[in-house]
């Protein structure tokens, strides 16, 4: 009896091992790692991006009944707005794209910049910014970006153009207020997110150059220092 049981027992791992199928490299280039997951503090929504061992990430946004508002391929660095009524993060040149640009020997200086997304929770609409620099967003406070784009391409002026500071756009996402401040080098929130500070060096006519204070509540601009 026991030699019976021996050999059925090998018959079994046998067939099973057979029936398995096996993991091979691109099978396992496919595995999806879950990673940057953020929740709103009420819990109704979460963001996460699924990234493969190769390809593209993709960002996905679900409500607090697994239900999913969007997934977009080459989404990352999800962040929710202050009031959590909006989700702001990049969208970066899908890889099939770089391939192309690469097989045409194209400059790394040329290839195409991040686009910011912004997507709105209650509305469920989804707006882009083409050619990010920079962007910042205050951890508290108002829903409210400031954010730098690339200069247009200006081949008279291409090698000075680069140098210079970009302009600073402000950009309230409740009100769809934007307003934008020249030749900006560098640019903070404050902690409790009611205050935006930058530098600027000027080089537009009427705005002088120095450091200026923005009180995003009142729309306040202060003059805190004169001169680069």
């Known amino acids: 009896i026991r030699i019976i049981l021996f050999f059925l027992s090998i018959s079994i791992l046998s067939s099973a091992q057979e ?21 709103t503090d009420n819990g109704q929504f979460i963001v996460y991006t699924l990234n493969p061992w190769k390809g593209d990430p993709v960002l996905k946004i679900k409500n607090s009944k697994a239900k999913e508002l969007l997934s ?23 890889e099939k794209d770089l391939h192309q640009l690469k097989l045409k ?24 910014i083409i050619d990010i620099k920079s962007y910042k967003i ?25 140098k ?21 080098s560098d640019y903070y929130f404050n902690k409790e997110g009611n205050v935006l500070l930058f530098a600027s060096e000027g080089e537009e006519k009427g705005f002088e150059a120095g450091l200026y204070k923005l009180d995003l509540r009142s729309n306040n601009l202060l003059n805190l220092f004169s001169g680069k």
């Open 164 to 184: 210079r500071p970009l302009s600073l756009s402000i950009y309230n996402l409740a009100t769809k207020n934007r307003q934008e401040f020249p030749s900006v």
């Open 138 to 162: 205050p951890s508290k406070g108002s829903d409210v970006i400031a954010y730098q784009v690339k200069l247009a391409d200006d081949s008279t002026k291409k090698t000075k153009a680069k």
């Open 72 to 94: 977009i391929v080459g989404g990352k660095s999800p962040q929710f707005s202050p009031n959590s009524s909006f989700v702001v993060f990049t969208l970066n040149t899908l």
């Open 19 to 39: 029936n398995r199928n096996l993991l091979n490299h691109d099978e396992i280039l496919k595995w999806n790692r879950v990673s940057e997951t953020a929740m």
């Open 105 to 128: 020997k194209t400059k790394k200086e040329d290839f195409p910049l991040s686009s910011l997304g912004i997507y709105d929770l209650t509305t469920r609409k989804l707006d882009t």
